[in-house]
């Protein structure tokens, strides 16, 4: 059978019940006969033993809610025992009121406890030898034993909690990096996937309004705006394809027998510009320095820096732009600058382009520049390559 709730362990019920107990087991005592134990030869009723016994079985209720009030009290009760002649039953309950006392109250009563009972023992001892030795035992047994009990429990219980807390904190921050890490993976696939989705779709959306919106268009002029429009939706599909394959498990490809896998690093950069002047953008190219290898990340991030901020020419701009490729010895900077529409025309946006290119130049270390430039809207990136120092 479980007992009921207001016994369990930490609960003013549990020590009203050890109170009573401890009353229960002092009446026995007094009832049996044994007052005063300690001082036999002193002439005084044993019913004035009883009030003591009463106050230090207090002092045991008020344990947990009032450990300073219940040592005094105790303390107190202890006094008037020994006044009389000192009983075994009050002596006993007492040695409970100081192990409570180093147990639950403050760090330093438990440190004044240890100085004042070692140096009654110690004047204990002393009076033993000079023909006292009961004395001297009674001291050690009855007040420096609870103390030294008490004091190896609470240690005990306060390593407990301070595991316990040390466990909810690495708890915590397990479950704080596991949050920053699920965001910072948001974020990234959020990028890859703008970069893969929204640069396609807008130059498959710029020839599908031309088509619709240019009245006599040849069959020529069609199938040129067709011709794009397929040429673009493969790439972003198998680029889609080739994303979904690094977010499966190893082993599960979506399609083993596609043997084509999309490249995206600053030296398929011409590739892409081929495609976006298909899609109707003039692009000029200028590359500074000698064109070496990048590492997996700032290749990756280059080409698309370059893939978004052509797309945005291409969605804002007149038709035409100018990239640049700087490689020099610490960094690589690309710069992309274009004439901006008068007027706002052009595919709607919504900033995201722009907060991925900058997200992905901080990520590495490197500067970020957006704006407009000599009346031209430029587009700056500079990506640390780790050399040179």
């Known amino acids: ?45 044993s019913a004035l033993f009883l009030p003591p016994l009463v106050a230090v079985c207090v002092a045991v209720g008020l344990r947990r809610v009032a450990p300073r009030a219940s040592l005094a009290v105790g303390t107190a009760a202890l006094a008037v025992d020994a006044v009389l002649g000192s009983s075994l039953g009050t002596v006993l309950i007492y040695t409970q009121v100081l192990y409570d006392a180093c147990v639950y109250g403050p760090p330093w009563l438990w440190r004044w406890l240890l100085r004042i009972t070692v140096a009654l023992s110690l004047l204990g001892l002393v009076v033993g030898v000079l023909g006292y030795a009961a004395l001297g035992v009674l001291v050690v047994l009855a007040g420096l034993l609870p103390v030294l009990t008490g004091i190896s ?70 199938e040129s705006a067709l011709r794009v429009i397929r040429e673009s939706s493969v790439q972003g599909l198998a680029e889609m394809r080739q994303m979904i394959e690094v977010l499966r498990e190893p082993g599960t490809s979506v399609d083993p027998a596609t043997p084509e896998v999309v490249t995206a690093r600053l030296a398929e950069a011409d590739g892409l510009v081929e495609r976006v002047r298909a899609a109707g953008l003039a692009v000029r190219v200028r590359t500074d320095g000698t064109p070496g290898a990048l590492p997996v990340g700032v290749d990756l991030a280059a080409y698309r820096i370059v893939q978004e901020s052509l797309t945005n020419a291409l969605k804002h701009g007149t038709g035409e732009a100018e990239l ?42 490197g500067r970020f ?5 000599d009346g ?14």
């Open 1 to 45: 059978m479980r007992a009921p709730p207001w016994l369990d362990s930490g609960t003013l019920g549990r020590d009203l019940v050890l109170a009573c107990a401890s009353l229960a087991g002092g009446l026995v005592l007094y009832a049996l006969g044994w007052q005063p134990q300690v001082r036999p030869d002193v002439e005084v009723p």
């Open 376 to 389: 031209r809207w430029q587009v700056r990136a500079a990506l640390p390559t780790g050399e040179g120092g």
């Open 369 to 373: 520049t957006a704006g407009p430039h």
């Open 153 to 222: 429990v609470r240690q005990y219980r306060d390593q407990a909690a301070a595991e316990r807390a040390r466990a909810e904190q690495t708890a915590r921050l397990v479950e704080l990096d596991r949050r920053q890490a699920v965001s910072a993976e948001r974020a990234r696939m959020a990028r890859e996937l703008h970069d893969v989705v929204a640069n396609h779709l807008s130059a498959v959306a710029i020839h599908a309004t031309a088509v619709l919106s240019v009245p006599g268009l040849d069959r020529g002029q069609v």
């Open 324 to 365: 640049t490729i700087a490689y020099r010895p610490a960094e690589v900077v690309l710069t992309v600058e274009n004439p901006v529409r008068r007027g706002g025309a052009g595919l709607p946006g919504a900033g995201a382009g722009l907060i991925g290119m900058r997200e992905r130049a901080t990520l590495l270390a």
